[in-house]
């Protein structure tokens, strides 16, 4: 087997943070659809994920895709109390601008101003950055999910305090640190298999 | 020697919950989470099938990741695993002298040339030093210098540095499970350490 670098199409680099819709190119080979087992399809969890090619390259190891995506999903999308959806992805946003994914950014912002409607203050994370003035409640969470993602961790009992001071309870300020943990896997993942391309037409 | 037992949940283990502690209900409260973070971790470190990466290799990392984020508990754990994966005393060491080697502050890197650019922020990029590199072997030798970077500045990553772990004899494959084991201790790393704050117990 002679395993090789791909060479993305001609495309635009995206060199802003953006709530744009973006494509991903992959830099290895996705698994083939033809050549998907069960399994593979499977570790998918969502079958029109069949048309990506970032989770079809994942779904090389599918045991860990699979229990990567429903850990995922249960800290995202659990409606059980905690963290309202808006500020989960606001953490997932901010992680993203943090280490500097510009895809992943583009998609959790999108959700960010989707679920809390307001556009303004998330467009101000993307453009002006994770020290951007969004309202102390924002702000704590921008300033938890950021230490969180510092590596050593910097994220301490006076992000606790801040966040429970903003109104957080326990489950809501669990959320927060999961939401950011869960990001430094994701945004690993999408910047170091691949890289965005703006759609055709932006 | 006995591998650390695969039915024990290692971030509950690491963080010493007790049935009925707070953190325990806490977690109770996004059960799907728990259970697939740890399933991650069995497919990552204890897989049902190996694949091409060996077990004491997947330790090795993990050792190396750990020691980067600088915990105590959690580096003790990853290093007991790769005791007990055979790994000689001359690995261990070596994996300890990168480490000692490897200190940084993140995430720094690149983007893109354009108006992101005067946030650029450099840092060292990591090449393990001769005396350990005999010792770890060329496969993980390139697996650490590729680590690095996934640690702490994944924004420089490139095609370039995927072509150097092909050429160190990594396959396709191998390089998605790598990224895996990295990604994934970037948020099982920060769930630990989260929540231990958020408990008081630092």
């Known amino acids: ?202 | 020697m006995t591998m650390p037992a695969t039915d024990v949940d290692v971030i509950d283990a690491l963080l010493g919950i007790a049935p009925g502690s707070l953190l325990d209900a806490i977690r109770a409260r996004r059960p799907e989470a728990r259970t697939q973070a740890q399933a991650t971790y069995r497919a990552l470190f204890a897989p049902d099938v190996p694949g091409n990466v060996t077990t004491q290799e997947r330790f090795a990392v993990g050792a190396f990741v750990a020691g980067l984020h600088g915990d105590a508990a959690i580096v003790a754990f990853y290093s007991n695993g790769l005791g007990a994966s055979g790994a000689s005393v001359k690995l261990r060491e070596a994996v300890d002298a990168a480490v000692a080697s490897a200190t940084a502050h993140g995430p720094y890197g690149h983007y893109p040339a354009g108006p992101l650019s005067r946030e650029n922020v450099t840092g060292p990029t990591f090449r393990v030093r001769p005396e350990p590199r005999s010792a770890l072997g060329p496969r993980l030798a390139a697996a650490f210098e590729h680590v690095h970077m996934l640690v702490f500045h994944p924004r420089d990553a490139t095609p370039d540095a995927l072509k150097s772990l092909l050429d160190a004899g990594w396959s396709t494959t191998d390089v998605v499970t790598l990224s895996q084991i990295v990604a994934f201790l970037s948020f099982q790393i920060r769930v630990v350490v989260g929540l231990r704050t958020l408990a008081g117990n630092v």
């Open chain 1, 1 to 202: 087997m002679t395993d090789t670098i791909l060479v993305p199409p001609r495309h635009t680099a995206p060199v802003r943070f953006t709530r744009a819709q973006l494509e991903w190119l992959p830099w290895l080979e996705p698994l083939a659809v033809d050549e998907m087992t069960e399994r593979h399809r499977a570790s998918l969890v969502d079958a029109a994920r069949l048309r990506s090619p970032y989770f079809r390259l994942l779904a090389r190891d599918p045991d860990a895709l699979e229990a990567r995506t429903r850990t995922d999903k249960d800290i995202f999308y659990n409606p059980d109390a905690g963290l309202p959806r808006a500020e989960r992805e606001l953490a997932a946003a901010a992680t993203s601008r943090s280490n500097g994914c510009i895809y992943c950014a583009s998609v959790h912002s999108r959700h960010a101003a989707t679920y809390s409607k307001r556009e303004a203050d998330v467009q101000r994370l993307l453009d002006d950055g994770v020290g951007a003035d969004l309202g102390e409640r924002w702000n704590a969470i921008v300033a938890a999910s950021v230490a969180l993602t510092a590596t050593p961790i910097a994220f301490g009992p006076e992000h606790v305090d801040r966040l429970r001071r903003a109104g957080l309870d326990e489950l809501a300020i669990s959320d927060v640190i999961h939401a950011a943990a869960f990001f430094n896997w994701a945004n690993r993942l999408m910047l170091s298999l691949g890289e965005p391309a703006a759609s055709a037409e932006a």
